[in-house]
């Protein structure tokens, strides 16, 4: 799916690893390993950092609601 949308897209936000989709997806929680994907090549997705990825997940990043946020605070 991110290397067709690299065809239509310049940069897309990925969850990434180099073991599998479902590991970069599992290692999502917390932001661990996300990244601006901007090209795919020889194989590998490279974020706009330059750093090479085997796989990468496009997600969704989107900005958490006030109120939300004051949920947190007091859950945690």
Same mark, same amino acid.
């Given at each position: 799916?991110t290397? #067709?949308?690299?065809?239509?897209?310049?940069? &897309? $936000? *990925? #969850?990434?690893?180099?073991? =599998?989709?479902?590991?970069? %997806? =599992?290692?999502?929680?917390?932001?661990?390993? @996300?990244? +601006? /994907?901007?090209?795919?090549?020889?194989? +590998?997705?490279? *974020?706009?950092?330059g750093?090479? $990825?085997s +796989?990468?997940?496009? /997600?969704? &990043?989107v900005? /958490?609601? +006030? @109120?939300?946020? /004051?949920? %947190?605070?007091?859950? *945690?």
């Open positions: 799916m290397r #067709a949308m690299l065809k239509h897209d310049q940069n &897309i $936000w *990925c #969850a990434v690893s180099d073991e =599998s989709d479902q590991q970069a %997806i =599992s290692d999502l929680n917390g932001n661990d390993f @996300t990244a +601006y /994907i901007s090209k795919f090549q020889n194989g +590998y997705f490279y *974020c706009d950092g750093m090479q $990825w +796989y990468a997940v496009p /997600i969704k &990043i900005p /958490i609601k +006030y @109120t939300e946020a /004051i949920y %947190i605070e007091k859950t *945690c």
